[in-house]
């Protein structure tokens, strides 16, 4: 069983930054790639970035392109989402997953790739 768990959400001002990891337990490869994905509330979840699963290609919505950065620890089976510059509308519930077809850019931006997704964590920005 795989199990993926999110942590480093939290209430912050505009301006500032977080850090969010998603840990990776079970029998869930390096192989793997590595997205995060947001739903704010009233809306659909969307596509933030992702990572394949050598951490040679990273992919980024365009709305977070430039305060994003997405990465990924192997040995730690982590992925991290750094977030900077960080404003009113990025406040939403992020969600980890990860794919077992490892790449692809087209591929990797659509929720129903992946195979597992962590439970959440809630990311608030105050204006």
């Known amino acids: 069983q795989v199990q993926l768990v999110e942590s480093g959400g939290g209430l912050v001002q505009a301006g500032d930054s977080l850090r969010l990891s998603c840990a990776a337990s079970g029998r869930i490869f390096s192989t793997y790639a590595g997205g995060w994905f947001r739903q704010a509330p009233g809306k659909e979840r969307e596509f933030v970035a992702a990572?394949?699963?050598?951490?040679?290609?990273?992919y980024y919505a365009d709305h977070v392109k430039g305060r994003f950065t997405i990465s990924s620890d192997n040995a730690k089976k982590t992925v991290y989402l750094q977030m900077n510059s960080l404003r009113a509308e990025d406040t939403a519930v992020y969600y980890c997953?990860?794919?077992?077809?490892?790449?692809?850019?087209?591929?990797?931006?659509?929720?129903?790739?992946?195979?597992?997704w962590g439970q959440g964590t809630q990311v608030t920005v105050s204006s």
């Open positions: 997953a990860a794919a077992h077809l490892g790449s692809g850019e087209s591929r990797l931006r659509r929720q129903r790739e992946y195979d597992y």
């Open positions: 990572i394949s699963w050598n951490g040679g290609r990273t």
